[in-house]
């Protein structure tokens, strides 16, 4: 992990500058069901690049996270010939069920620590809406981009730069604990509701019944 880890962030510093977080993020999403942590090196890079900005690297590293989802997207669009008719049908049925809410679906995995691949793939088999996917894909990816970069520069602002190794545990933490948060939530069930219904029926829900009942597994 760590000579990945060395080999983003030398690619980086190669291109330099925000192109470089730019690459590496697109290369870093390119590869379907294969996680390669290109957010450490936006997390290094907003921590210790001088001059750097937390929310312009979150949102360069975004647009490339979406770029290289594109790709994915366009690729697993593409095999949709490869499939019989009867998938195909199958398929154009599935994208009725999803409707609206396939772009919010995208949104919430490429978000969060979720695995998006799977999502990207359905999605791409059912020749979802190219438009539609990468700006659900981007905004998602601008999301965790972004919490990561200030992640980094806080972290390191309140230990200093010289620690670390503390800053980089404290951060790992962070992020093991947003996981454990996302893996609980019923994603399944926002997304209906918030697909058929909007964001205020989501809020109503949870103000009437409460939270661990409306969004908990």
């Avoid at 999605?123 to 965790?144: E, H, N, P, Q, R």
């Avoid at 390191?156 to 093991?176: D, K, M, N, Y």
């Amino acid at each position: 992990m760590s000579d990945i880890i060395h080999w983003l962030v030398s690619i980086a510093e190669g291109f330099g500058g925000y192109l470089g977080i730019f690459v590496v993020s697109i290369l870093g999403n390119l590869i379907p069901f294969i996680p390669i942590p290109y957010l450490v090196a936006v997390y290094l890079y907003a921590a210790y690049m001088p001059g750097s900005h937390p929310l312009i690297v979150g949102i360069v590293s975004g647009f490339g996270g979406g770029v290289g989802k594109l790709i994915v997207f366009a690729l697993t669009r593409g095999a949709a010939l490869l499939i019989s008719q009867e998938k195909r049908e199958e398929f154009e049925a599935l994208r009725e069920i999803i409707g609206d809410y396939g772009a919010l679906a995208v949104f919430i995995f490429a978000a969060t620590p979720s695995p998006d691949d799977v999502v990207i793939a359905i999605l791409g088999l059912m020749k979802y809406d190219f438009l539609k996917f990468f700006v659900s894909v981007t905004a998602g990816k601008i999301v965790i981009s972004v919490i990561t970069a200030y992640t980094g520069k806080t972290v390191t602002q309140l230990l200093g730069p010289e620690r670390f190794w503390e800053s980089l545990v404290i951060s790992i933490a962070i992020f093991f604990i947003a996981m454990v948060l996302m893996s609980i939530i019923n994603w399944e069930k926002v997304i209906k509701i918030v697909g058929k219904k909007g964001w205020k029926e989501l809020y109503r829900k949870i103000r009437k019944e409460g939270f661990r009942k409306t969004l908990l597994h």
